[in-house]
């Protein structure tokens, strides 16, 4: 964890000074003040990792985050989107003001691990009791940044300007019928109090070796469309199934379709993009025909045209399908859609010379485009920003 906390500390302050002589002498200043912080940090993320929390839902995690903060000292925000908190730390010399952003929510997964700070934690989530784990790492990311501020605060006194410490709720997607994340922080106003310069966010990456940084100026990570297709038949006897119309067999139809929207009907040479059916449900017994059938996915893409035609696409499909068998069909885009992340290109060349001194040049490469999706894309709408991955992986 430690080459983690180094990382960050060493590439904030050379952010913030803009002095290579001042970072590097940071650096060294650091060396003790990690390793005392180190075990405190592993304690906290195990704790996080132990008692994970769904979106707009961690109650516990932003206590946790918002008692250190107060007990260092800084200017405490809490309650900001449902469970969001914002600490606020001015140095003793002038200087930019950044941001620094961590999510703090866990996913709804089974943890299957051995480890002896496994999650046995469970919720209900749509009416139905599932596992809660942090399978994403936010508990990482959040444990860090709560080391991070502590650092940092320790010399209060020698730093130049200001940081801005966001943890944020329900970057996995506000629950059905609720806002959250990014845009209701934003909505809220946690960018104006303090209006930072820029805003910088980090994920870790478990396809990367610990200590590696993936970069990339523009276009970094996808947009993310949430949809979902109803298809109404007509309910029916499993016998007769002449009788009615069956919505399982006109999804399983819509199913196959989509996968010639982005094969088929799209330039994949200009930008890539994904679309993916991810739940399917429909009917309550083996030997009845539901009268309807639902379906939920995401679409990915990096480009405003593109994402267009193929909703534009995948609506005419899904309704003449529907049409040829005497069904209906309704497709629509949820709430909860994620812009595409973009790093400001020349906020991306100033930070690379402090990433190398802090990491080592060999260990900063540059990424190819990430289907993935995340909500620092709000950030990055309204302020120059920068989102990295760091590698996790023992080498």
């Known amino acids: ?36 912080l180190e075990p405190r940090v592993i304690e906290w993320r195990r704790d996080l990792h132990q008692n994970p929390e ?26 900001i989107a449902k469970t969001g908190v914002i600490g606020v730390l001015k140095g003793g010399k002038p200087g930019p003001t950044i941001a620094l952003r961590a ?9 299957q691990t051995d480890v002896p700070f496994r999650s046995r934690a469970t919720t209900t989530y749509r009416n139905e009791t599932v596992g809660v784990m942090h399978a994403c790492g936010h508990d990482v990311h959040t444990s860090v940044l709560m080391g991070l501020a502590e650092a940092f605060v320790g010399m209060k006194a020698d ?17 059905e019928g609720e806002k959250g994340g990014a845009s209701l922080m934003i909505e809220e106003g946690a960018l104006q109090r303090h209006r930072p310069e820029a805003v910088f966010g980090l994920h870790v990456f478990a396809n990367m070796p610990t200590g590696m940084i993936g970069y990339r100026g523009g276009p970094l990570m996808a947009g993310s469309d949430t949809y979902r ?17 069956d919505p399982v067999v006109i999804s399983s139809q819509i199913v196959s379709a989509l996968q010639t929207v982005v094969s088929r009907q799209t330039d994949i040479t200009l930008n890539p993009a994904v679309v993916t059916v991810g739940a399917i449900k429909g009917g309550i017994r083996f030997n009845i025909v539901p009268d309807q059938v639902e379906m939920l996915g995401t679409i990915r893409t990096f480009d405003s045209q593109q994402r267009a035609a193929i909703i534009k696409n995948i609506d005419r499909m899904v309704t003449h399908i529907a049409e040829a068998s005497g069904a209906t069909a309704t497709f629509e885009i949820q709430s909860g859609s994620n812009p595409v992340v973009r790093n400001d290109p020349s906020l991306t060349e100033r930070v690379l010379p402090s990433l190398k001194r802090a990491a080592g040049a060999s260990n900063v490469r540059a990424v190819p485009l990430v289907t993935g999706a995340e909500d620092f894309a709000f950030f990055a709408e309204q302020v120059p920003s920068f989102f990295f991955f760091v590698g ?4």
């Open 392 to 395: 996790v992986t023992p080498r």
């Open 54 to 79: 769904l979106s707009n839902r961690e109650f516990r995690t932003s206590k946790i985050v918002a008692e250190h903060l107060k007990r260092l000292g800084l200017d405490v925000q809490t309650g």
């Open 229 to 245: 297709i109803l298809v109404k038949g007509k309910q029916t006897h499993g016998a007769r199934p002449w009788s009615g119309i």
């Open 103 to 111: 999510d703090m929510d866990g996913l709804p997964v089974v943890e």
């Open 159 to 175: 730093l130049p300007g200001t940081v801005i410490f966001l943890f944020q709720p329900a970057e996995e997607g506000a629950p």
């Open 1 to 36: 964890m430690s080459p983690l906390i180094r990382l960050n500390t060493v590439f904030v302050a050379a952010l913030l000074s803009g002095a290579t002589a001042f970072a590097q002498d940071l650096g060294t200043r650091l060396d003790s003040a990690i390793t005392t």
